[in-house]
């Protein structure tokens, strides 16, 4: 499992517009927002494939300025 940290911005006047397109992608949680519109988003995608694909289509939302990843940790699945 791969979780990533990212800093999403957008205008002020966008976040609550951003914030809905953002929870609206799988795997994607947005744990908080500042009034100057940075975003604190994490990310959570079996692969790194996966991952990049996901914080390409973050870039690509209406409203998004910016998606710059901060974080990144793998963690290997436990057997069951």
Do not use: F, K
Not at 59 to 79: F, K, R, T
């Amino acid at each position: 499992m791969n979780i990533s940290g990212v800093l999403v911005r957008s205008r002020p006047e966008n976040i609550n517009a951003v914030t809905s397109r953002l929870e609206a992608l799988d795997g994607v949680e947005v744990h908080g927002a500042n009034p100057d519109g940075r975003l604190v988003v994490t990310v959570e995608e079996a692969g790194d494939r996966a991952m990049a694909d996901t914080v390409v289509r973050m870039q690509d939302l209406p409203g998004v300025i910016s998606a710059s990843m901060i974080y990144h940790q793998y963690e290997e699945e436990p057997d069951l």
